[in-house]
């Protein structure tokens, strides 16, 4: 992320992050909250960026024993038409599961005694 992230989140607050997405090409990708109820979701989408659609819904879910399930829905598109799809075929699907697979194993390394499966759906 190249932007500082306040406290507390708020909808229409614009962040930065710089991607690689291959060595040697860095991206930038500009997202809004666009939606905040707190603690129960968030909602992410691009303003500019790799893809020619984002929208990320991160929701928490209070289930017993005082724990959160946590689950990120995620609608994206790659541009380019045919040539897209290869690519999402061949690295962007593999990239994101990697994404999501890295923060579920920080978030088990933050909670420890809450390990869990992920659930993401995209």
């Not at 190249?2 to 690689?20: E, K, N, S, V």
């Not at 928490?60 to 290869?86: A, Q």
């Not at 999501?100 to 005694?113: G, M, S, V, Y």
Request: charged content about 20%; hydrophobic content about 40%.
């Amino acid at each position: 992320m190249t932007c500082p992230l306040p406290q507390p989140m708020y909808a229409g607050q614009i962040l930065t992050y710089a991607l690689r997405p291959i060595p040697g090409w860095t991206v930038e990708w500009v997202t809004e909250i666009t939606h905040v109820r707190e603690p129960l979701y968030f909602v992410d989408e691009q303003r500019a960026g790799p893809y020619s659609l984002w929208h990320h819904e991160h929701i928490f879910k209070p289930i017993p024993h005082d724990e959160t399930l946590m689950i990120d829905r995620v609608s994206y598109r790659l541009p380019f038409g045919p040539l897209g799809r290869l690519v999402h075929a061949a690295l962007v699907r593999r990239r994101l599961d990697t994404i999501f697979d890295f923060r579920h194993q920080a978030i088990d390394a933050a909670f420890p005694e809450k390990k869990g499966a992920p659930e993401h759906s995209l």
